[in-house]
């Protein structure tokens, strides 16, 4: 029997990024030591009151359904972080998430028809295309990567981009790939240009709260912009609750009502219990997202001095935990020559739809970092 798949699943191939760092881990089982610098995971442990709460709520018998959008807990927490932001929200326009990817997919379902047009600033997060490609959008794309990656001299070229057909623009500041952080002129032309052709705009601040020495605005703060944003933030990167998976969306009510019905459908609600932690997360743990944050800064700096000692100069960002290394055009060949020749794990640029680049995390200890240039130089990668 040959099973005929649906043609939103057929519009897709798997992530890029989780390919590669699935082949990490098969030469890793084989007993390849391999520098894993593929996957946006930090490598410090959840903080120790954040596993206790989820410990905690456990034991107090928090095992069971929640309410669907989550419980009133951390939904107020979160619109009470939201508010200390300068945005516009109540509990009741948030809705918890398993995971920060499953409130972008949620967000493109409720919104995105056949046809509907989204535009992507590139390099671009990879789920964002294959999430627009299965919702039956189209898509349009400004490159960023001649202005080093910056937003605010491209504004031309969105404006070029973007019509009144456009149905939804996503920016992702701090970026992944790129680290870089949208300057507040950036962000008004973006305002600017949604004002003037009605669109509505995901603003994924997924790492925040993991900014170098700038100030991060948020898109809905904007004057015109508190009805037509979509804020989107989750756990992962910035708590290092990767694998809890935790995440949430915040929007006009409107919205929260018809994504509603889809999160009910789906995934009923996110854990019971890692949403007591995720309160614990987002009241008691700045100190540790600082010492965090500082870390990464050091990696930073370290890799882009690594990479300036063998004559490779990096576009540096001020956010995230990522760096795009200029490589040959072939990137594809070039990240898979490393992980087979080096034994580095890295992911293509084409992937964010930016050729030329690879993509690495310096969320890995200086040492494994250091590691990773080392046998990146000696094997004629650099």
Avoid at 114 to 129: N, Q
Wanted: glycine content about 8%; some cysteine.
């Amino acid at each position: 029997m040959s099973m005929d798949f649906a043609s939103r699943v057929r519009r897709v191939e798997p992530s890029a990024t989780l390919a590669i760092s699935n082949l990490a881990s098969e030469l890793e089982a084989d007993g390849v030591d391999v520098v894993d610098l593929s996957v946006g995971e930090p490598d410090f442990d959840t903080p120790e009151n954040v596993k206790q709460a989820g410990k905690d709520a456990m034991d107090a018998g928090h095992t069971g359904y929640t309410s669907s959008n989550g419980i009133p807990q951390l939904r107020e927490a979160i619109a009470n972080k939201l508010q200390d932001d300068g945005l516009d929200y109540e509990a009741d326009n948030v809705i918890v998430t398993p995971g920060g990817k499953q409130s972008l997919f949620e967000i493109f379902m409720s919104l995105i028809d056949d046809g509907d047009e989204v535009c992507l600033l590139d390099p671009a997060w990879v789920s964002y295309e294959a999430m627009v490609k299965m919702a039956g959008g189209s898509l349009s794309r400004v490159d960023l990567s001649p202005h080093d990656f910056q937003l605010e001299p491209a504004l031309d070229e969105l404006a070029d981009a973007v019509s009144d057909d456009t149905e939804l623009l996503v920016v992702n500041s701090p970026s992944n790939p790129t680290g870089a952080v949208y300057s507040d002129a950036a962000l008004e032309g973006v305002r600017d240009l949604a004002v003037e052709h009605d669109i509505t705009v995901i603003s994924d601040e997924i790492y925040k709260e993991i900014t170098y020495g700038v100030e991060h605005t948020s898109l809905g703060t904007l004057d015109e912009m508190g009805d037509r944003t979509i804020t989107v933030n989750g756990f992962s990167k910035a708590y290092a609750m990767t694998g809890w998976r935790l995440g949430y969306f915040a929007g006009p009510e409107e919205l929260i009502s018809q994504a509603g019905k889809l999160h009910s459908h789906s995934v009923s609600c996110a854990v019971n219990f890692v949403q007591h932690a995720g309160v614990e997360a987002l009241e008691n743990t700045e100190e540790s997202v600082v010492e965090m944050r500082d870390a990464f800064e050091e990696r930073r700096d370290m890799l882009a001095d690594l990479f300036a000692e063998h004559g490779v100069d990096v576009p540096v960002g001020d956010g995230a935990f990522y760096m795009m290394l200029p490589v040959d055009d072939d990137d594809q060949a070039w990240c898979e020559g490393a992980i087979e020749d080096a034994h580095v794990a890295t992911v293509p640029g084409s992937a964010f739809g930016t050729p030329g680049y690879a993509r690495l995390s310096y969320a890995a200890s200086k040492e494994r970092l250091k590691e990773g240039v080392d046998r990146l130089a000696e094997n004629g990668y650099l």
